[in-house]
């Protein structure tokens, strides 16, 4: 599967953004999708899951309450809606995909397929 995530930019601190990852190739629904997100000098991190089953969702800790996950498999696309976006949120984010098959998980490298990633920077 090919992935292709966009909608990044520059937003004040208490803003938004919705991020956007377009998937193709395969059935988008065979697909746990993930987000994750990298600052500079920093190792990449979870934020948020989806199951490509029943939909259920998991988020990291930190972005519980101001990120929400989802998904529209009829459009092969999965988003995130960042509200109240802080500065220490600035990062590359990046979708991926693992194998419904799999369990869902939080863990970067047990992600099967990544796209290019996507500037999100939040200006105090």
């Known amino acids: 599967v090919q992935l292709q995530a966009s909608g990044g930019g520059l937003v004040q601190a208490g803003g938004s953004l919705r991020l956007s990852c377009a998937a193709s190739g395969r059935t988008f629904n065979s697909y746990h999708m993930g987000w994750f997100r990298q600052a500079p000098g920093k190792e990449r991190e979870f934020v948020a899951t989806i199951s490509g089953s029943s939909g259920s969702t998991y988020y990291a800790d930190s972005m519980k309450g101001r990120f929400t996950i989802s998904r529209d498999n009829a459009k092969n696309t999965v988003y995130l809606q960042m509200n109240s976006l802080k500065p220490e949120d600035t990062a590359v984010y990046y979708c991926?995909?693992?194998?419904?098959?799999?369990?869902?998980?939080?863990?970067?490298?047990?992600?099967?397929?990544w796209g290019q990633g996507t500037q999100v920077t939040v200006s105090s």
């Open positions: 991926a995909a693992r194998s419904r098959l799999k369990y869902l998980t939080t863990r970067t490298h047990e992600y099967d397929y």
